[in-house]
């Protein structure tokens, strides 16, 4: 992003250079002073419609990024939501199959956020998702073979 910045500075300076050194050459040019102001009338719609066609492709390039930004967004939540509803049915599949781990739920810390870095990501609600999961897994292949492990 910041070198989008940097080359679109660029390309403002190289245009206002453009710009104003043209009207200083016309202004020096041996012409008319019909014809000149003419020539710095043309140039300046020329920058006119140069800076239009510019701003007009730099929305666009901003639609396209926010409609990409929205997308991701929306694949974010749908994999959260997916991931939480996850965490929700093993929680309680624990409570009511071995409710004797639920004392280690609180306790667990892999994939939770540290005090440091609080924010919840994908990879932490995976993280404690497959660490329900093992734990259920293997507790139940342990002690309660009877049940149903699905």
């Given at each position: ?49 140069f800076?239009?066609v510019?701003?007009?492709?730099l ?13 991701k ?45 609080p924010?919840?990501?994908i ?25 149903s492990?699905?």
């Amino acid at each position: 992003m910041n070198e989008n910045k940097k080359s679109s500075q660029l390309l403002n300076g190289l245009i206002a250079g453009m710009v104003v050194g043209g009207i200083f050459g016309i202004l020096f040019a041996p012409d008319k002073g019909k014809k000149t102001r003419k020539k710095i009338l043309n140039k300046r719609d020329d920058a006119k419609e140069f800076m239009k066609v510019r701003l007009h492709n730099l929305l666009e390039d901003i639609q396209d990024r926010l409609e990409s930004t929205t997308e991701k967004a929306s694949k974010y939540l749908d994999i959260e939501k997916a991931l939480n509803s996850k965490i929700m049915k093993l929680t309680l599949k624990i409570q009511d199959d071995c409710p004797e781990l639920m004392k280690y739920i609180g306790e667990m810390t892999e994939g939770m956020p540290a005090e440091d870095n609080p924010e919840v990501t994908i990879r932490n609600l995976k993280t404690y998702c497959n660490s329900l999961e093992t734990m259920y897994k293997k507790y139940m292949a342990e002690h309660k073979t009877g049940i149903s492990q699905n």
